[in-house]
C-alpha cells in the first residue's frame, strides 16, 4: 500500500525566510501529487497539483513543488514566506487509475513576523 | 458556488452511542469521499461512493461503521455504539472525476467520545 513521508513535523521560519517541505512516497508507478495547506480554523485547501508534464508546478501563494519520479519525491517549496503562511501543510498521493488519496502526516509551519 | 459542507461542526456523545454526520457535496461532484483525521495524523481513507453506491470502503475500520448516500448528492456516516478511539475530525470530500479531478474537502466534523 502507498505510505506517504513528510520529513518535518514542525518548521519555525522568520518572515522573508525560503521553504521547503519534503514529501516522498513509497510505491512506484504513475501517481498524481498534491500539496494542501489548512489554515487556522479553515478547512483543507488545494496549494497545488501534479498529473503530468512539466515536473515542477506552481500553485497558489507563490508557492511552487518539483516531482523527482527517480527519488520518489514532491517537495514544496516557496523564496520568501510571509506571515500568512503560517498553517498546515499536508501532502498526499493518488496511484493513478484509483481514486482514494494518501495523506502524509502534515507538517506544521509557524512564521514568525 | 458553494462548497462541501458538512454537519455538525461538533458533535460531543458518550461511549456506546450512535452518532450520524452528514455531508452535502459539491453540487454536480458523482464521487463523495469520507475521511478521519486524528490528533497529529494526516487524513485518513474511509470510503468512497460513485453515485449512490460504495465504490470502495475498504478504509471503514470495522463494521461499527456505515455510510449511505442514497440519492447520490448527500452522504451520511453512521458510528454504532461509539468508542474513545472513534474521536477525531471526519471530513468530506467530493469530486467531478473520481480518478481524474482534484477533492474538495469540507470543514469537517469534530467527534468526541466521552
Known amino acids: 500500500a502507498q505510505s506517504v513521508s513528510q520529513h518535518n513535523h514542525h518548521v519555525i521560519l522568520s518572515e522573508a525566510a525560503s521553504l521547503e517541505l519534503g514529501c516522498n512516497y513509497s510505491?512506484?508507478?504513475?501517481?498524481?501529487l498534491f500539496w494542501y495547506v489548512q489554515y487556522p480554523g479553515q478547512h483543507l485547501q488545494l496549494l497545488l497539483k501534479?498529473?503530468?508534464?512539466?515536473?515542477l508546478v506552481k500553485g497558489i501563494k507563490g508557492f511552487e513543488a518539483e516531482f523527482i519520479k527517480s527519488k520518489f519525491s514532491f517537495n514544496l517549496r516557496k523564496p520568501s514566506v510571509q506571515w500568512s503562511d503560517t498553517a498546515e501543510y499536508f501532502c498526499?498521493?493518488?496511484?493513478?487509475?484509483?481514486?482514494?488519496?494518501?495523506f502524509g502526516k502534515g507538517t506544521m509551519l509557524l512564521v514568525s513576523p | 458556488g458553494a462548497g462541501v459542507s458538512q454537519t455538525p461542526s461538533n458533535k460531543v456523545t458518550e461511549k456506546g452511542k450512535y452518532v450520524e454526520l452528514r455531508c452535502d457535496p459539491i453540487?454536480?461532484?458523482?464521487?463523495l469521499y469520507w475521511y478521519r483525521q486524528s490528533l497529529g495524523q494526516g487524513p485518513e481513507f474511509l470510503i468512497y461512493?460513485?453515485?449512490?453506491?460504495?465504490?470502495?470502503d475498504s478504509g471503514l475500520p470495522n463494521d461499527r461503521f456505515f455510510a449511505v448516500r442514497p440519492e447520490g448528492s448527500v452522504s451520511t456516516l453512521k458510528i454504532q455504539r461509539t468508542e474513545r478511539g472513534d474521536s477525531a475530525v471526519y471530513l468530506c470530500?467530493?469530486?467531478?472525476?473520481?480518478?481524474?479531478?482534484?477533492?474538495?474537502f469540507g470543514p469537517g466534523t469534530r467527534l468526541t467520545v466521552l
Open positions: 461512493f460513485q453515485g449512490t453506491g460504495a465504490a470502495d
Open positions: 510505491y512506484g508507478g504513475t501517481v498524481n
Open positions: 453540487s454536480g461532484h458523482t464521487a
Open positions: 498526499a498521493v493518488r496511484d493513478s487509475g484509483y481514486s482514494t488519496l494518501t
Open positions: 501534479y498529473f503530468s508534464g512539466d515536473p
Open positions: 470530500a467530493s469530486s467531478s472525476t473520481p480518478s481524474l479531478d482534484t477533492q474538495y
